[in-house]
């Protein structure tokens, strides 16, 4: 069947069926080549908004600058069963990716001298993949089989995980491991927010054998896996920058050295685009199957052009939230906090201090906020001690938990790790 009769049956099946209309959203206006069948495609958008009945008569008092003769002509000789209407809707859509296809072509050969001819190529795929996917609505007998069975199997395994191990034990207990969605590990600078992630990253990969992607836009790639070796052998970082280390520790490097050699951590350093970050996770995922994705850090990713703050936050806190839906897989994103903290008598963050935060509180599954109170005060109490502070968590409790932190490793531990040191 040719784009143009697609078309027409598409709209007949809409006429024949208004059950269809719910699943408008399926399509879009310029996937319709005709620039008639595109406004009428366009006005049953509006109209299934209504809530009215839909009929002929009804319809085109709704829209006057459609005539009652076209439509009837449509619905009564176009040769459609309203049965196939998905597969027109798949066919159709089909067509609209070659045709998008040629025009990218095309657009790539005016454009052939332009140094970002590849990053521009790329985006206009990928947002035709993205045009490409599939909406569908469920009923609830399909979903809610799904939730018993999964409510059935979490009560013969009552104590398994319905995330992935973060390698802390009461992290673990409050946000039941880090569960496909997305995340944010937030603090100011100098609280160890990213010796945290890679300490979760480090868990991840070595005992619970998943597979890491891990981008950094602050570190070298080299300088995050010096982190990785500090934080593993347990060896002073200025040891192992200096190469000043004897015997024993010499013999600790070598070994969690292959041990991290072996792993299946995937690190890039060399993107910041938004679109090349997205780009790349859906590389992993395709290529090597990751399980989890770390960002670090989120105020450094480069988001288009001409967008304030607020908006650049947003972007890319629902590209975030789309990628994460797309893969499958927990995206932690770490974040740095706005100077709020400094102000106050008590510097302990608060969920208002993300800067921009209200789309990254809206679209996060968990917020996860880090304090040392050591830093502000050498006379603490709380001396080699981190407040983890859970200010969002979509499904289960927040609240406060502290782990040791072994300062010169730059390291977080649970607490019973530190008492039987």
Request: proline share 2%; with cysteine.
């Amino acid at each position: 069947m040719e784009a143009v009769q697609l078309e027409r049956s598409i709209l007949a099946c809409f006429f024949l069926d208004q059950s269809f209309l719910k699943d408008i959203d399926i399509l879009n206006e310029d996937d319709f080549t005709v620039n008639e069948h595109r406004k009428t495609f366009a006005n049953l958008k509006s109209f299934a908004k209504t809530g009215l009945i839909l009929d002929l008569v009804t319809y085109t008092s709704q829209f006057r600058d459609e005539k009652i003769i076209y439509l009837s002509h449509l619905v009564s000789q176009v040769n459609a069963s309203s049965k196939n209407f998905y597969d027109y809707c798949k066919q159709l859509k089909a067509f609209t990716s070659k045709r998008k296809l040629l025009e990218i072509t095309e657009k790539i050969n005016k454009n052939i001298n332009d140094p970002e001819i590849f990053d521009i190529a790329e985006r206009e795929i990928l947002s035709i993949r993205d045009n490409n996917k599939s909406k569908q609505m469920y009923t609830s007998r399909e979903v809610i089989d799904i939730v018993v069975q999964q409510t059935y199997d979490r009560a013969q395994n009552p104590n398994k995980l319905l995330g992935i191990d973060t390698g802390f034990k009461k992290l673990n207990e409050v946000i039941d491991g880090f569960q496909p969605g997305f995340h944010v590990i937030a603090a100011r600078p100098g609280m160890g927010k990213t010796s945290f992630a890679i300490d979760i990253a480090l868990n991840c990969a070595l005992k619970s054998d998943k597979k890491v992607g891990f981008f950094t836009l602050e570190l070298s790639k080299e300088q995050i896996y010096q982190k990785m070796l500090i934080q593993e052998t347990m060896i002073e970082g200025d040891h192992i920058f200096k190469a000043r280390m004897n015997d024993k520790e010499w013999e600790k490097f070598n070994r969690s050295a292959s041990v991290l050699y072996n792993s299946r951590i995937f690190v890039s350093d060399d993107i910041s685009k938004l679109e090349e970050i997205v780009s790349q996770a859906r590389r992993l995922k395709k290529q090597e199957d990751i399980d989890i994705v770390f960002i670090d850090y989120l105020q450094l990713i480069d988001c288009s052009h001409g967008l304030n703050e607020n908006e650049k936050t947003a972007k890319i806190s629902r590209t975030l939230m789309a990628l994460w839906k797309e893969l499958g897989i927990p995206i932690i994103a770490i974040a740095q906090l706005s100077r709020g903290p400094e102000s106050r008598n008590d510097r302990r963050p608060r969920l208002a201090d993300l800067r921009n935060s209200g789309q990254i509180e809206q679209d996060a599954l968990t917020v996860i906020m880090l304090y040392r109170d050591e830093y502000y005060d050498p006379n603490s109490k709380d001396q080699g001690r981190a407040e983890v502070l859970i200010e969002k968590n979509r499904f289960g409790p927040t609240g406060m938990f502290k782990l040791g932190f072994v300062g010169p490793m730059t390291k977080f531990v649970d607490i019973e790790r530190v008492a039987n040191r």
